[in-house]
């Protein structure tokens, strides 16, 4: 029995076959993370065009409201000037002094403007026929206005800011018409049920 012992101990020990993986089996994951990976991109650039357009609607629906409360504050005379398609002109009081100066802010790069009166809903092109926003002491517009940012790139959309006759500002709504005044259902008399008191 010692020598069996021996024997074994001596014997050298067989090597276990190191598995890894194959240059195909390599390849293909590497393609799968590259198709993966450009998807992502393609998701990434379209939703960061989207945040620039939403970003430059907010921005312009933050100076509309300004325009507004300057308007109030100052008893008239703010405006918001839509001459241009890649830009707009704000009149408020930037600098406190109580006078209006005029700030012209830009769209980001590939965005454009337009705007439509209701009922119509053909948008018109600001170069061609400028239009002002402009806000009485009451901070009320007069008549609605839809205001369209587009992005130039496919698959992105539209954002619309609606100025209402009142003055107010909403975002990615639809106007069909002009608002009427609704009428009573019921003519009510104005003597019936008043009780006279002694």
Not at 37 to 65: D, P
Not at 136 to 150: E, Q
Request: glycine residues 10%; positive net charge.
């Amino acid at each position: 029995m010692g020598k069996e012992e021996i024997g074994r101990s001596k014997a050298k020990p067989k090597l276990r076959c190191a598995r890894g993986f194959s240059l195909p089996e390599l390849l293909t994951v590497v393609a799968i993370i590259g198709v993966v990976s450009a998807f992502a991109l393609v998701v990434f650039q379209k939703s960061n065009k989207s945040f620039r357009l939403a970003g430059a609607a907010r921005t312009f629906s933050g100076y509309l409201e300004k325009a507004r409360i300057d308007s109030v504050r100052r008893h008239g005379g703010a405006s918001v000037i839509v001459n241009s398609s890649t830009s707009y002109t704000v009149n408020i009081d930037f600098d406190g002094s109580g006078s209006p100066t005029s700030r012209t802010i830009t769209l980001p790069e590939g965005i454009s403007l337009g705007y439509s009166l209701p009922p119509a809903t053909a948008s018109t092109d600001p170069e061609l026929n400028p239009i002002t926003v402009s806000y009485d002491w009451r901070g009320r517009a007069g008549s609605a206005i839809v205001l369209t940012l587009t992005d130039s790139s496919s698959n992105v959309g539209s954002s619309t800011l609606v100025v209402g006759p009142a003055g107010d500002v909403s975002t990615d709504t639809t106007v069909t018409g002009p608002a009427n005044t609704p009428t009573p259902q019921i003519t009510v008399n104005t003597t019936t049920g008043i009780k006279t008191m002694h």
